[in-house]
């Protein structure tokens, strides 16, 4: 067996195949050298491939998720810049700011003493303001045009029985407003901070009616309104924004707060408060928003 191995290694040595069948042969040889390095090296590329496109990913949603946090932080009623104080205006025509020292003072027209005061402070300066002065009432205001944190001051000046403190964030400052009431009406003081409006920075508007307390009382008034007539026992309001259907909906508003209704005839209602100390007779006739009031418990 071994001489006809040898014979047959013999013959393939001697075997010389033509000169066509040579290049084919190195042409496949060589294809083949070229394809193997590839092959193992885009097997080694898929997994890193995978790798880098998830990272990718991930990079990109964490920005988006970065800048709806950003954006999601800032109020939605105005951009994040910072508020000039002195440039601002609202609907109450009649009242006017004069620079003083350290800010603004306002006045009304016709009246020679100020009505208020606009500065801007900081936040120190705001909690030693609310900690040191008597405040009787602490409110966040809802829906104003600006966040607005309000307290009313008890003073008991000839001339000033109430003031207003209205304070609203700008970047790490706060702008300061007060209002003396009675120099300026509760109805007078809201229609001010509720139409609100600096420069560069744009307010919120709400579409649907605001309500306030006046004073320390617990009766619901519409914001918005002009007062007409204003006597102890007697206040005559203009309601621009008034009709048929915002006057229903503001009597079960006041319902709604905790008053009970005693008699009602078509648009006159009188209703008394949750304790039972201040009665009020309420009417609207199309133009005018009319309240009448009796405390009968009062000691005369």
């Given at each position: 067996m071994s001489k006809h191995f040898d014979d047959k290694w013999k013959h393939l040595q001697q075997f010389q195949p033509p000169s066509h069948e040579k290049d084919q042969l190195k042409q496949r040889i060589l294809q083949t050298i070229h394809e193997e390095p590839v092959k193992k090296s885009l097997g080694f590329l898929l997994p890193l491939r995978g790798i880098v496109t998830t990272c990718l990913l991930v990079l990109i949603c964490g920005s988006f998720l970065w800048?709806?946090?950003?954006?999601?932080?800032?109020?939605q009623t105005a951009s994040n810049s910072s508020i000039d104080y002195e440039k601002f205006s609202w609907e109450?025509?009649?009242?006017?700011s004069k620079k003083a020292d350290g800010?603004?003072?306002?006045?009304?027209?016709?009246?020679?003493?100020?009505?208020?005061?606009?500065?801007?402070?900081?936040?120190?300066?705001?909690k030693t303001i609310t900690a040191q002065l008597p405040m009787y009432?602490?409110?966040?205001?809802?829906?104003?045009?600006y966040p607005t944190s309000m307290f009313i001051e008890h003073v008991k000046m000839i001339d000033t029985a109430l003031r207003y403190h209205f304070f609203i964030p700008n970047k790490e400052?706060?702008?300061?407003?007060?209002?003396?009431?009675?120099?300026?009406?509760?109805?007078?003081?809201?229609?001010?901070?509720?139409t609100l409006?600096?420069?560069?920075?744009?307010?919120?508007?709400?579409?649907e009616q605001l309500y306030v307390n006046h004073g320390y009382g617990s009766m619901l008034f519409p914001v918005g309104l002009k007062p007409y007539s204003i006597t102890s026992y007697k206040e005559i309001y203009y309601w621009d924004e008034?009709?048929?259907?915002?006057?229903?909906?503001?009597?079960?508003?006041?319902?709604?707060?905790?008053?009970?209704k005693m008699a009602s005839d078509g648009?006159?209602?009188?209703?008394?408060?949750v304790d039972g100390n201040v009665e009020i007779m309420v009417w609207w006739d199309g133009k005018y928003l009319t309240y009448e009031f009796d405390y009968p418990n009062r000691e005369e």
């Open positions: 800048l709806i946090l950003q954006q999601s932080g800032e109020p109450l025509e009649d009242v006017y800010g603004l003072e306002l006045f009304q027209e016709k009246q020679s003493v100020p009505v208020g005061t606009v500065k801007e402070v900081t936040e120190e300066e705001m009432v602490e409110k966040k205001l809802e829906h104003f045009p400052k706060w702008i300061y407003f007060t209002f003396d009431y009675p120099k300026l009406e509760y109805a007078e003081i809201f229609h001010a901070m509720s409006a600096f420069e560069g920075k744009k307010p919120y508007s709400h579409d008034g009709s048929d259907k915002a006057y229903s909906k503001y009597i079960e508003s006041i319902l709604s707060s905790g008053w009970k648009k006159r209602h009188t209703l008394v408060s």
